[in-house]
């Protein structure tokens, strides 16, 4: 892309709504955040909550620089949080949990939703005093600005959660002098399929609610609390004199209500506009949460009222590029064509490649078979769908025209055409290089030109497994089937073959009958006996449809996790709200263990190409419509282009280094046991506050609110009264969502561990002593607490005895899985200049010289920037490859696997740093430790996988160490982690018996001493965590660094500092 193009781009977006979202911004300033997008700081947390009941999310917040939420607050929405999330799931046979954004979301709206109700004018005070720091003019009002908030939030990322959580946190927060009195509890939908798909939605999660049917004469019997579910096309206004089907005039149901919106923006103004006014007039007096995937679309800065409206109004930003960018969702393949126009040969083409891809995905869901049940990739669905129904008659014209030709073409034309395609002679050129040329990494028909497949195979199974017909019949006729009884739909067979293949899905099927009978003769039209919808049992795991063609439902909102490869019918130059639905709905992805995530961003193994399943292939029936598509989607910014970027190990690379892990073929999962009491195990559960507590410099930390407390029981008559059914329940659920598959649990022993009393509780008397039926279920969930936490360490204790009997030494090898082979480097496909630079950084090798930062832009682009893309590197020459990437948080570049973090990165540097001014005796080397399945972890430490490996080799002796940058504001000091190096000396090296192999572990604390020391107490020096701990801190302060912390490492380690080591002789050379 030219250089003042980019420009253009990059000043433009200076203009849009996500740079002015004043009340998101607002909130995040008060978490710490300095930009919305800051939240992906918190993408590595883990998600769920700990034995204590707090989340991972809490505690990373609460240690967060500049969080100005007070801890008891936090504390409180996060104990909310928590219990809406057991609502949540209590009904859904699915498993579910929170992800960072999803947490964030609901806490974003905890603080807005206690703040206003607590005292609105207060509140609006607040917001506009930070207003007119920010320079801006855009200033709030009490009404309306405070009585709306809105979710941006891309399609997949879990918007109808947020919704019920909603729900229950308005209802919550809606009381004392401010309440709203609200008459009635509305949920606007785009149509009556999306009003039954959340009026299932909400039942699942214990919602009271009801499909408004028009009865009554539009007024509501129902309790008030019960969500009406109404189609906007069901509203009037009252100055309207027409509306669709059954309709309600607005005015009925008053002004004060509590509504919520689900996409209320379709992109045609003057339908947006009357909708609008609808939304607004029934919560005038009341109160409006709308959820949206294409705010960004819908409105810009030439839009001035609706862009100053909903830069108040937005309260979260999780719009698709950030969903996108940390992983979720499925990659997307969008044919780079750089034509607006096709002829009938390159038409028929690419709707045959098209075809190629989509049996590509047939055959590898086939192969793949059971491997892929844990992902929840269903059968693959192939769609033509496009913005406007209505001007896509022809367009479905030309896709029957095309399946026609398709069977009944000779089959060496054909076979020669996909010949073509395979080997990228297809004749279809953009930058000079046929769309379908072969590359690396693959994006084009990876399987097939792996498994070396024919031009004749490939033919052959897209007659026998897309339409069910056997390439060698003699009759392919295509059928046009009318199913008189399912309105709009008509299906598709081949020849003789007695299945659907596909089916159409349209508006006007008697006039496109016409057109097909009048100008197709030699397609054969029937009429069905019986008419059964195929379109409703598409999503069935017997449905035999291959094929979806032109169904505006998709669009709308229609539920399924099938479609694989989309091909575009019309799309109109302003459909962008609907082309982000549309895409959105194309790329969802239930994921791993329900995860949301591409593979790639789960710790493997995988099936082999089951990147196949996970990639959106969308193409068009004309190249504009491609182009158009492209162009809306290319506003989301999305890295979307690969670089792969191998890794260059060290030379020579030390042959004789150690490395400790579990015996082949033995797994711990093979060990059945039970759960039972047992007097070796004593749990603690601290359920007492900290307080936060902010210095004259505006530094933070947290502080206990007592020194001393006193350990309390539950008496027995209160334990009496208690559910034990629930809680066994509740126990086993656990168990399942931890996986712990192989520990067998019964009532008996949960109550035995709870009235024997094999636990330390520190809380509030009255937490304990219930007067209520509400106080019950509090000491109920505290009981729970209790048993999560002794069955979480009785489990480990088992396994940990297993496991060390079953670890072995053995010689690190340079194939090993722990040492990462290639990076996967995705950024924007347009950004042409740093795709240039970056490719020429690995081509020349310059990316692997031991520098902390390559410059990747210059010019124009860096001056508009003011700051240059660049990637950053943690360069270390002990390290057994390069080059070691560093996170770059909001930054358009994409690194797979993840960068360092900051503490991670900056222990490597002060290690470097050391090592340049100490000579030792010893051969220093590192090596990044990775994640479950190729990286060593300790189950004695809750699955912990130190990011480090170190080893200090002299002649015949090694010491490994296992060293952790972390924080450690929610980590107590009886944490298994902080243990790990006397697990370590006094277990595993007995276990080993090799005098010469030593093991050691470090945490190195990113929380400053001073901090730790305030909530501790000052009587634990700094050498007692030293030495008793070994935890190092990379300051004393914050901001002042700690100099001496690889000192005392390699102090308490032993080792002297007098001849040159690895780190200044080591050299690197390719793999």
């Known amino acids: 892309m030219p250089k003042v193009s980019q420009a253009s781009a990059q000043l433009k977006t200076r203009f849009s709504l996500e740079n002015h979202l004043l009340l998101?911004?607002?909130?995040?300033?008060?978490?710490?955040?300095?930009?919305?997008?800051?939240?992906?700081?918190?993408?590595?947390?883990?998600?769920?909550?700990?034995?204590?009941?707090?989340?991972?999310?809490?505690?990373?917040?609460?240690?967060?620089?500049?969080?100005?939420?007070?801890?008891?607050?936090?504390r409180q929405y996060d104990d909310n949080i928590r219990k809406y999330f057991q609502k949540l799931k209590k009904n859904r046979e699915e498993k579910i949990s929170f992800k960072y954004y999803q947490y964030l979301a609901l806490l974003f709206a905890e603080i807005y939703l206690d703040s206003y109700f607590q005292n609105p004018v207060r509140f609006l005070n607040e917001l506009n005093q930070w207003v007119e720091q920010a320079k801006s003019d855009n200033y709030f009002s009490r009404r309306p600005d405070l009585q709306k908030i809105a979710y941006w939030m891309a399609t997949g990322s879990g918007k109808t959660l947020i919704m019920h959580a909603n729900y229950w946190q308005f209802?919550?927060?809606?009381?004392?002098?401010?309440?709203?009195?609200?008459?009635?509890?509305?949920?606007?939908?785009?149509?009556?399929?999306?009003?039954?798909?959340?009026?299932?939605?909400?039942?699942?999660?214990?919602?009271?609610?009801?499909?408004f049917q028009g009865e009554n004469g539009g007024y509501f019997e129902a309790d008030k609390n019960t969500v009406k579910v109404i189609s906007i096309h069901k509203l009037k206004l009252p100055e309207d004199k027409k509306g669709e089907?059954?309709?309600?005039?607005?005015?009925?149901?008053?002004?004060?209500?509590?509504?919520?919106?689900?996409?209320?923006?379709?992109?045609?103004?003057?339908?947006?506009?009357?909708?609008?006014?609808?939304?607004?007039?029934?919560?005038?007096?009341?109160?409006?949460?709308?959820?949206?995937?294409?705010?960004?679309?819908a409105i810009d800065s030439s839009k001035e009222e609706s862009f100053r409206e909903y830069s108040k109004a937005i309260l979260f930003d999780y719009s698709y590029k950030y969903f996108y960018g940390d992983g979720y969702g499925k990659d997307f393949r969008i044919l780079n064509l750089g034509k607006k126009e096709f002829n009938?040969?390159?038409?028929?083409?690419?709707?045959?490649?098209?075809?190629?891809?989509?049996?590509?995905?047939?055959?590898?869901?086939?192969?793949?078979?059971?491997?892929?049940?844990?992902?929840?990739?269903?059968?693959?669905?192939?769609?033509?769908?496009?913005?406007?129904?209505?001007?896509?008659?022809?367009?479905?014209?030309?896709?029957?025209?095309?399946?026609?030709?398709?069977?009944?073409?000779?089959?060496?034309?054909?076979?020669?055409?996909?010949?073509?395609?395979?080997?990228?002679?297809?004749?279809?050129?953009?930058?000079?290089?046929?769309?379908?040329?072969?590359?690396?990494?693959?994006?084009?028909?990876?399987?097939?030109?792996?498994?070396?497949?024919?031009?004749?195979?490939?033919?052959?199974?897209?007659?026998?497994?897309?339409?069910?017909?056997?390439?060698?019949?003699?009759?392919?006729?295509?059928?046009?089937?009318?199913?008189?009884?399912?309105?709009?739909?008509?299906?598709?067979?081949?020849?003789?073959?007695?299945?659907?293949?596909?089916?159409?899905?349209?508006?006007?099927?008697?006039?496109?009958?016409?057109?097909?009978?009048?100008?197709?003769?030699?397609?054969?039209?029937?009429?069905?006996?019986?008419?059964?919808s195929l379109f409703e049992d598409i999503n069935e795991p017997n449905s035999p449809i291959n094929l979806l063609i032109g169904s505006k439902k998709f669009v709308e909102g229609w539920n399924s996790w099938r479609v694989s490869t989309m091909s575009l019918l019309?799309?109109?130059?302003?459909?962008?709200?609907?082309?982000?639905?549309?895409?959105?709905?194309?790329?969802?992805?239930?994921?791993?263990?329900?995860?949301?995530?591409?593979?790639?961003?789960?710790?493997?193994?995988?099936?082999?190409?089951?990147?196949?399943?996970?990639?959106?292939?969308?193409?068009?029936?004309?190249a504009n419509y491609m182009e158009t598509f492209k162009e809306i989607i290319e506003k989301e910014d999305l890295p979307i282009y690969e670089i792969p970027?191998?890794?260059?190990?060290?030379?020579?690379?030390?042959?004789?280094?150690?490395?400790?892990?579990?015996?082949?073929?033995?797994?711990?999962?093979?060990?059945?046991?039970?759960?039972?009491?047992?007097?070796?195990?004593?749990?603690?559960?601290?359920?007492?506050?900290?307080?936060?507590?902010?210095?004259?410099?505006?530094?933070?930390?947290?502080?206990?609110?007592?020194?001393?407390?006193?350990p309390r029981t539950i008496r027995k008559e209160i334990l009496d009264i208690l559910d034990w059914n629930d809680i066994y329940y509740k126990i086993l659920e656990y168990k399942n969502e931890r996986e712990l598959f192989n520990i067998a649990i019964t009532k008996e022993a949960l109550k035995q561990i709870i009235y024997n009393q094999k636990y330390t509780l520190l809380c509030d008397p009255e937490l304990i002593e219930p007067k209520t039926f509400q106080a019950i279920e509090q000491t109920t969930d505290i009981v729970i607490l209790i048993l999560q936490k002794y069955l979480n360490l009785y489990y480990q204790k088992k396994r940990n005895a297993a496991e060390k009997t079953h670890i072995e030494l053995k010689p690190l090898k340079q194939e090993d899985d722990n040492i990462l082979t290639m990076y996967r480097i995705q950024l924007n496909e347009e950004d042409q200049m740093l795709i240039s630079n970056l490719e020429n950084l690995i081509q020349t090798g310059k990316i692997y010289n031991l520098i902390t930062e390559q410059k990747l832009t210059d010019g124009l682009r860096t001056y508009i920037d003011q700051t240059p893309a660049t990637l950053k590197l943690a360069p270390f020459k002990g390290h057994l490859y390069q080059p070691l990437l560093v996170k770059q948080d909001n930054s358009?570049?994409?690194?797979?696997?993840?960068?360092?973090?900051?503490?991670?990165?900056?222990?490597?540097?002060?290690?470097?740093?050391?090592?340049?001014?100490?000579?030792?005796?010893?051969?220093?080397?590192?090596?990044?430790?990775?994640?479950?399945s190729k990286g060593v972890g300790f189950y004695e430490a809750h699955s912990f996988y130190p990011d480090f490996i170190m080893w200090i080799k002299k002649e015949q002796k090694q010491t490994i160490v296992f060293i952790d940058p972390k924080g450690l504001t929610h980590m107590g000091l009886d944490d298994p982690k902080l243990k790990l190096h006397e697990y370590l000396h006094e277990q595993i090296e007995k276990e080993i018996?090799?005098?010469?192999?030593?093991?050691?572990?470090?945490?190195?604390?990113?929380?400053?001493?001073?901090?730790?020391?305030?909530?501790?107490?000052?009587?634990?020096?700094?050498?007692?965590?030293?030495?008793?701990?070994?935890?190092?801190?990379?300051?004393?302060?914050?901001?002042?660094?700690?100099?001496?912390?690889?000192?005392?490492?390699?102090?308490?380690?032993?080792?002297?500092?007098?001849?040159?080591?690895?780190?200044?002789?080591?050299?690197?050379?390719?793999?």
């Open 892 to 932: 358009s570049i994409v690194t797979i696997p993840t960068g360092l973090n900051v503490g991670e990165s900056t222990f490597v540097e002060d290690l470097k740093n050391y090592l340049s001014t100490h000579q030792t005796d010893a051969e220093i080397y590192l090596l990044r430790n990775l994640t479950r």
């Open 344 to 532: 009938d040969k390159q038409t028929k083409t690419l709707l045959l490649a098209n075809a190629m891809a989509f049996y590509e995905q047939l055959i590898q869901y086939r192969e793949a078979g059971q491997s892929l049940k844990e992902y929840n990739i269903e059968k693959p669905l192939w769609i033509f769908v496009g913005s406007k129904v209505q001007k896509e008659a022809s367009d479905v014209f030309k896709v029957v025209q095309f399946l026609n030709w398709l069977l009944n073409t000779n089959k060496t034309e054909i076979t020669q055409l996909i010949q073509n395609i395979l080997t990228g002679q297809s004749g279809i050129i953009a930058n000079n290089k046929d769309v379908f040329a072969p590359r690396h990494p693959e994006r084009n028909f990876a399987y097939f030109r792996e498994k070396k497949t024919s031009a004749q195979e490939i033919y052959n199974g897209i007659f026998n497994d897309i339409f069910y017909i056997s390439p060698e019949n003699t009759s392919c006729k295509l059928h046009l089937i009318d199913l008189k009884e399912a309105e709009g739909e008509i299906g598709l067979k081949a020849g003789t073959a007695e299945k659907y293949f596909a089916v159409i899905n349209i508006g006007d099927k008697r006039e496109f009958l016409k057109l097909v009978e009048t100008t197709a003769q030699d397609i054969t039209i029937q009429k069905a006996a019986i008419s059964k």
């Open 993 to 1071: 018996g090799n005098p010469n192999i030593k093991l050691d572990a470090f945490v190195v604390s990113v929380t400053p001493f001073r901090d730790l020391s305030r909530l501790h107490g000052p009587h634990l020096t700094m050498d007692y965590f030293e030495t008793e701990k070994h935890v190092l801190f990379q300051s004393t302060d914050a901001g002042i660094p700690n100099k001496s912390c690889i000192e005392r490492m390699f102090a308490i380690l032993g080792v002297r500092s007098l001849l040159i080591i690895a780190e200044q002789a080591a050299t690197y050379s390719p793999l």
């Open 570 to 622: 019309y799309i109109g130059k302003g459909a962008g709200p609907q082309i982000i639905q549309l895409f959105g709905r194309g790329v969802r992805l239930k994921g791993k263990n329900l995860g949301l995530k591409r593979s790639r961003y789960v710790p493997p193994p995988h099936p082999q190409f089951i990147e196949i399943l996970e990639t959106l292939h969308i193409y068009g029936i004309q």
């Open 24 to 74: 998101a911004q607002f909130i995040a300033n008060k978490l710490g955040l300095h930009k919305v997008s800051d939240i992906k700081q918190f993408s590595d947390v883990n998600e769920g909550f700990g034995e204590d009941g707090k989340s991972y999310m809490y505690y990373s917040l609460i240690s967060k620089k500049g969080n100005t939420v007070p801890e008891g607050k936090l």
């Open 245 to 297: 089907g059954v309709t309600i005039d607005i005015s009925t149901l008053g002004t004060k209500n509590l509504v919520f919106v689900d996409e209320g923006h379709k992109g045609q103004k003057s339908e947006d506009m009357k909708w609008k006014r609808t939304r607004e007039r029934l919560a005038k007096d009341g109160f409006t949460f709308e959820y949206s995937a294409t705010f960004g679309q």
């Open 645 to 710: 970027l191998p890794t260059k190990k060290i030379e020579p690379f030390p042959t004789d280094l150690q490395i400790i892990g579990l015996k082949q073929g033995w797994s711990f999962e093979q060990e059945l046991f039970k759960l039972e009491p047992t007097d070796e195990l004593q749990v603690k559960l601290d359920l007492i506050p900290r307080a936060l507590v902010i210095d004259g410099r505006g530094d933070q930390t947290l502080t206990s609110t007592t020194t001393t407390q006193t």
């Open 171 to 211: 209802l919550a927060y809606n009381k004392g002098p401010y309440k709203i009195d609200y008459d009635n509890i509305i949920l606007i939908t785009t149509g009556d399929d999306m009003s039954k798909q959340h009026l299932d939605e909400l039942k699942a999660s214990g919602i009271p609610a009801t499909l």
